[in-house]
């Protein structure tokens, strides 16, 4: 009876998976693209539907041709973001556990609009989970509040998350901060020892500092409690990306203080851009770890600034703050079969594997002439870039990038032709990146790539054309006057960095 019961389950499931399979193909047989482009050229009204990633599951975007909207915020995170987030908090905490035999007290989170237009939410899932509440969701699917989870439920501690948002977040997608405030409000008052909420445990600690550093009593108390920031309203960016670019920078604290000046503002749900660099610089002293996670193959750590700047720059930061060693997670879902958490440091070498060293992937670059060349040169900028904010990326690998692109004579044949440019910006970082011990070439190597630099310093100033200033030898891009105002914009970060410091290591 039981062997006809189990059979009767997997035929069952059998059709249920052949049913699915005619939908799909019923719903791409529907797709009417040209159709609809002429109805719309006609002012003709054009059904509305949703968007999204089908490879995660979201056949509701066929048929396509329908006028799609990006997402519907009060529907996140979904029932299956949750279960994705429960997953890689769990996954997160058991890679921390195994790594350090203890659970991290605050994790910062570099949290961006893809989580909700890909993901669904699984991030801000994750969040949630990790301060141990879960959404409310309404009859129609809309999240209508949190409620706390048990610890004798959850059975390990709450977990303080520092979020990093994105510009992009601030603006279209409200009810971000909005509910990781709200799990923050939450859990700060619940009455539980503070090993197993340490949420409330830095909640208390935090309050007390703001005192002595002049907030009143009232202030203390709600900042104390902010978790969420960004940039100020109306601006975008972590500021870290333009300060490596540019090479305005000396010690890694040039980059903290950067980051911390742009992230500095709080969001939730009763403040939108509250000054708030002092609250930031106390959460940054006790973050163990900063993750972010990445749900599509379509993009990569090197792809662009906005990866080193946010997640580096927060690592970097935290770092440099606490003076003690943390974690930079990169947590993979990509394939939702096989959620991973591991390493930034691993992630990097993966990608630098996969496509800057991979010789196939470099030929179908060199296919696309002067935007392949600029693409090789970003590409090494970013990694330059994620060097500069966590000495994560190992002397092979500029080695290695170095002989490819800039030792190469083939290769610099190619540049040479289609764009000189590039490889002079190449072979520059890679100088560079030697000269401030982020790479420990060979001596030969690197008098190599200096006898590169000066053919291609001959060959720029040959096909130079016109008067005025080109850059070359070295970045220097800022003007005294910019200078001068960066330095009076900081002096309140400065001020609260050396403060929050000293009593750190004291």
Known sequence: MAKLELKRREVDGLVAVFAKALDVAQ???RCEEIPALLEGFSASFIEPGASGAITRGKFEILPTGRNFYAVDPRMLPTRAAWEVGVKTAHKMLNYYLEKHGRYPESVGHVLWSIDAYKADGEQLAQILYLLGVRPVWGPDGAVQGLEVIPLDELKRPRIDCVTRISGIVRDTLPNYPYLIDDAVEKVVVLDEPLDLNFVRKHYIEYARELLRLGRSVEDARVAARYRVFCSPPGSYGAGVNYAVEASAWEEDEDLAKTWVQWAGYAYGKSSHGAKAHDVLVLTLKDVDAVSRSHPSDEHDLLACCCYFAYHGGFFNSAKAISGKDIDAIHVDTRDLSNLDVRDVKVEIERVVRAKLLNPAWIEEMKKHGYRGANEFSKKILHLYGWSATTKLVEDWVFDEIAKTYALNEEMRKWFEEH??????????????????????????????????????EGILEETAVGEGDRQGGSINIITAEAVDHWKNSILEVEAIWRRVKQEAGS
Do not use: G, K
């Open 27 to 29: 719903r791409i047989a």
């Open 419 to 456: 764009n000189v440019w590039s490889l002079e910006e190449i072979v520059r970082r890679l100088v560079e990146a030697a000269e401030r011990n982020l790479w420990r070439p060979p001596n030969e190597l690197l008098e190599q790539l200096r006898e590169v630099y000066a053919e291609l």
